[in-house]
Nanobody
Framework: QVQLVESGGGLVQAGGSLRLSCSASGRTFNRYIMGWFRQAPGKEREFVAALRWGGTSTFYAHSMKGRFTISRDNGKNTVYLQMDRLKPEDTAIYYC?????????????????WGQGTQVTVSS
């Protein structure tokens, strides 16, 4: 059974940092792109960052580039999202997802696997 399990969310003050983890299990993800998305209350889910599990390419939403860093640990089968200089507008549920094939920014094109999400709240 394939599972993506997010952790690391919580409450942080503006300007602080959090590191989210996505533990992947149940299959090999070498041919997958692993991504982070977020959804704030009353808003649509949006792309945050992604990487190719079997390569070196990384992708970022314009507004997160420079503050967020995506990385992976092959040995632990885990993808991370380091979030620095957090802002109140970063408050959302953050989801991990996996997509086989080419990179896509639209959440609707990520049809393979999703995690259950982890809440990030940034206070002002």
């Amino acid at each position: 059974q394939v599972q993506l399990v997010e952790s690391g969310g919580g409450l942080v003050q503006a300007g602080g940092s959090l590191r989210l983890s996505c533990s992947a299990s149940g299959r090999t993800f070498n041919r997958y792109i692993m991504g982070w998305f977020r959804q704030a209350p009353g808003k649509e889910r949006e792309f945050v960052a992604a990487l190719r599990w079997g390569g070196t390419s990384t992708f970022y939403a314009h507004s997160m580039k420079g503050r967020f860093t995506i990385s992976r640990d092959n040995g632990k089968n885990t993808v991370y999202l380091q979030m620095d200089r957090l802002k109140p507008e970063d408050t959302a549920i953050y989801y991990c997802a996996a997509r086989q094939g080419e990179m896509a920014y639209a959440p609707s094109l990520w049809n393979d696997y999703w995690g259950q999400g982890t809440q990030v709240t940034v206070s002002s």
